[in-house]
């Protein structure tokens, strides 16, 4: 069942940054100056954190995606789901354990000015 939950809030939350997403590259016809200043409010440490969050979603949602694909379509994926899932999680988390460390410095090199 929390795949499921999991895989259902995460593709909400992708679609809505892909909603904002399309409107703030919007504003660069309207306006030049109001889309360099929505850029400009992403680069602080918060929106690094969300970047964190946002890519922890992709990942899950795309790998377990795949999971259920191959549920669907591999006779004895019914059968193997919970494994299937476990698999999941164990990839998704070593995909996050590659990013997190190098979005921190991101991060930090924000806060710190660069230096």
Same mark, same amino acid.
């Given at each position: &069942? ?32 109001? %889309? ?5 409010? %992403? ?16 990942? %899950? ?46 991060? &930090? ?7």
């Amino acid at each position: &069942m929390w795949s499921w939950v999991l895989h259902r809030i995460t593709g909400v939350a992708i679609f809505f940054f892909l909603l904002v997403h399309i409107l703030d590259t919007a504003l660069i016809r309207v306006s030049p100056e109001a %889309y360099n200043a929505v850029i400009g409010t %992403y680069k602080n440490p918060i929106m690094g954190v969300g970047e964190i969050a946002l890519v922890g979603a992709i990942a %899950y949602h795309a790998f377990n995606g795949l999971r259920i694909i191959v549920v669907d379509f591999w006779s004895k994926g019914a059968r193997y789901q919970r494994q299937l899932w476990w698999i999941v999680l164990g990839v998704w988390f070593v995909t996050m354990a590659a990013f997190v460390p190098r979005q921190f410095m991101v991060i &930090m090199s924000e806060i710190t000015g660069g230096h």
